[in-house]
Structures are given as C-alpha cells and as structure tokens.
C-alpha cells in the first residue's frame, strides 16, 4: 500500500487527481487513484475498481458514494499549498508568518537584500532576492499557489502581475487603492494580459474590514485567501509532513497528540491503558480520515490525522475529546487484534457529548485505516 502513498506524493498538481477508498464492505481499504477521468492504479491487480472502473471514471461527486453496494470515499486531492509573495516589506513580514502558520509553502520575492532578509527572519521557506521580472521567471504557477502582490510601488506592482497573469494559480491578490489598481490592470492589460484574468484580480486586497497596521492588514489579506481556499470542492490532501511520516521519512512537525486515556473510563479504555503500558514494540501507523459530516463540525471533510505508535500525531481533526475519542480507537486497533480497518462516528451532540466537552454540536463519520 505504500506505493499508494508514493503515487499521492508524487502526482502532478496541474491534473485532477482523485483518490478512492472503500470504507464499508468486504472491499473496506481497498484504493485507487484516477487522474484526469482514467484509473491508473488499484491497490489489488485487477480488482474491484477495476470491476467498477466505467463507474468510478464518471464520478463527478466527491465524498461518500455507493459503488457496487459498497460505500466510497472518493477526494479529490489538493497539491501542498504555497503562497508567493511579491515585495518583502513591513505588510509583508506578518502575511509570511502567519501563511506559515496555517500551512503554505511561502516564497518571498525582494529585490532589496536588506529587506529579502527579513523575510528569511521571518521564517520563508524560500527567499529570491532579484528584480521580480526574474525572480518570476522561477516561480511555476499551479492551482495551488496564492499570490500575493505587496511591493513598494505600482511600477512594480505591474511588472510583477505583468508575469503572474500568465500563470496557473489558485488566487491573485494585490494591494493598493482602488484607482492605484485600476492604473495597473490596465497597463497589464495593455501589455498583453488577459482581461479576464486581470480583471478577477483581488484588489484592493483582503477583506474589508479597515485594517490599518501591517498586521491587521495581513489579518484581512489572510481571511481573504482562506476564504478563497475553503471554497474550493478539493481537500487539502495529505501534507508533505503527513507522507514523509508514513513513507518513514524524517519528520519534524510532530505534535504530541490528545491524551486518548483521559476522555472516557470504559472497559476499552482501561484495557487501552494496561495494553500502552507494556513493553512490547507496537508498529504500524493508523490514518484517520473524517470522510462524512453532519452539523456543526470543527474540520471539514476529507481532514486527516495519522496516529504514531507511541499516541503522537502528525495533523488534527479538531482537537479536544472528538479527537481524543477517534486517537483511542487508533490506538487500540494498533495494540490489539482489530481489523485493519474501521469506520466510525463521533457524535457531539446531546448530554454526554456536553459533558465530555464536544460543544460543536455535529456528527462526523471517521475512517481508520492502518498504513
């Protein structure tokens, strides 16, 4: 099942990439990767995708589908999200530190040494101090980069959307007054851009909510493009800290997950204790994907989290007893003789789910896979 994994890693972000797993029925971990409408790889050689391939090649839907009498969960992938940054100055510092945050592979392009170290400061993970025609010429657009244009000046302003409206790319978005950026699309347009491109250009940037420090500006800029990215049908797929960790390669980004033996005292969890307490070596890994969702939930569908053996996680599917609940099963399923697969339901609603903290109020349907 690895080479799953190595295909996800390894598929082309500028092509639809679906990924299939059977959840429910005797096919249950069963997977398959189309691209661009064509199976190209099933888990088992000539199997059941293979069976069902006219099916699955038509799936215009994504989420959970029956096919074959057997439920699917069917997602199509996002690349890792980068955010491109034109211009290295004081609104720029807060943008590349807070896209780091929330987990964008941020460049930051400055043609000023002094300010292009701010940004490394800041904490890019890549830097190109050049004129922005040429740092441009680096940059290869897909529809997972953000870009953002913050220079000193509309002359570079230009220059930079000059390049960018050429690109693949997922957002656009530059700042400056609403006459300051009229002047500059129509001088890109002038120059050749696409009007249609040009004119779907965020800007003024960010959301209106009259921001006046860079860091309120960065604020309203940020909750623009997470509003942007929210609303596309694709899922934020597997990060490259999530695969490194199954392919066991060295991860750094780590977190101590949700303590699975504090949320409930049932006879499950109290084995779950005497059976962590042992000294026995535990392998394996469990992915834990949310692959339905009904109510008020924290995550959205096709969110993962993959539990590590010793309880740490790599990725959150919410945080607080909801995860906790779903890290125990993991658990367990590690250090036992579950099945290597197993949907499940976390219900935050009513008087327990109160009591144990699960205020959001919704139910989300979970998928346990060991990898």
Not at 142 to 151: A, G
Not at 318 to 327: D, Y
Request: aromatic share 4%; charged share 25%.
């Amino acid at each position: 099942m690895l080479e799953f994994y190595n295909r996800v890693e390894n598929a082309d972000p500028k092509r639809q990439n679906l990924t299939l797993t059977v959840v429910e029925g005797e096919n249950a971990g069963e997977k398959a990767l189309v691209v661009d409408h064509k199976l190209i790889w099933e888990s088992s050689d000539q199997g059941y995708f293979t069976e069902h391939r006219e099916e699955i090649e038509q799936i215009r839907d994504y989420g959970l589908v029956s096919i074959g009498g057997q439920s699917v969960f069917c997602e199509l992938l996002g690349g890792e999200k980068k955010m491109v940054i034109c211009g290295g100055g004081h609104v720029s510092i807060p943008i590349t530190r807070m896209g780091m945050m929330i987990g964008f592979q941020v460049t930051v392009l400055e043609d000023r040494p002094m300010f292009a170290d701010n940004a490394r400061r800041a904490g890019a993970a890549k830097v190109i101090c050049e004129p922005f025609a040429e740092g441009l010429k680096q940059i290869e657009g897909d529809k997972d980069t953000f870009f953002v244009i913050v220079t000193r000046g509309h002359r570079y302003d230009q220059v930079c959307l000059e390049s960018i409206v050429k690109m693949q790319h997922a957002y656009i978005g530059m700042i400056g007054s609403r006459k300051r950026a009229a002047l500059v699309k129509e001088l890109v347009i002038e120059a050749g851009g696409d009007p249609n491109v040009v004119n779907s250009v965020h800007s003024p940037i960010g959301l209106n909510i009259g921001a006046e420090t860079p860091e309120e500006i960065a604020v309203c800029i940020m909750a623009e493009i997470i509003e942007v990215k929210n609303k596309r049908k694709q899922s934020g797929g597997y990060s490259s800290e999530m695969l490194k960790a199954i392919l066991d390669v060295p991860c750094s980004k780590v977190k101590t997950g949700t303590d699975a033996r504090n949320c409930k005292a049932d006879e499950e969890s109290k084995a779950l204790k005497e059976l962590m307490a042992g000294e026995d070596e535990v392998r394996g890994k469990i992915l834990t994907t949310i692959v339905a969702r009904r109510g008020s939930a924290p995550r959205a569908v096709g969110t993962k989290m993959l539990v590590l053996p010793d309880g740490r996680c790599v990725g959150t599917i919410g945080g607080g007893c909801a995860e906790a609940e779903v890290l125990r099963k993991a658990l367990w399923m590690l250090r036992s003789q579950e099945p290597k697969t197993k949907l499940c339901q976390v219900n935050m609603t009513g008087k327990d789910a109160e009591e144990e903290g699960m205020v959001c109020g919704g139910v989300i349907d979970v998928f346990l896979e060991s990898v």
